[in-house]
């Protein structure tokens, strides 16, 4: 596992990311905001390298009880 655990984000994508949400964002919090999103991106990517053999994941859930 040598890939590295985040993904850049920049300015913009957070800017847009936080009108997308209708976040107010103070300035000071931008930057925790963004190195916390970078962090969770990666993790999110490294789910790609994962090797799932024949079984494809699971994409639906049926909760009813019966």
């Given amino acids: 596992m ?3 655990l985040s993904r850049p984000l ?3 994508d957070l800017a847009s990311a936080t009108r997308f949400a ?3 964002l103070p300035g000071d919090r931008a930057a925790l905001v963004r190195e916390t999103l970078e962090s969770v991106y990666g ?3 490294r789910l790609d390298t994962l090797e799932l053999g024949e ?3 699971a994409t639906a859930f049926d909760a009813r009880w019966e």
Avoid: G, V
């Fill in 22 to 24: 209708r976040l107010n």
């Fill in 2 to 4: 040598s890939e590295p």
């Fill in 43 to 45: 993790l999110l990517d």
């Fill in 55 to 57: 079984n494809p994941p």
């Fill in 10 to 12: 920049s300015p913009q």
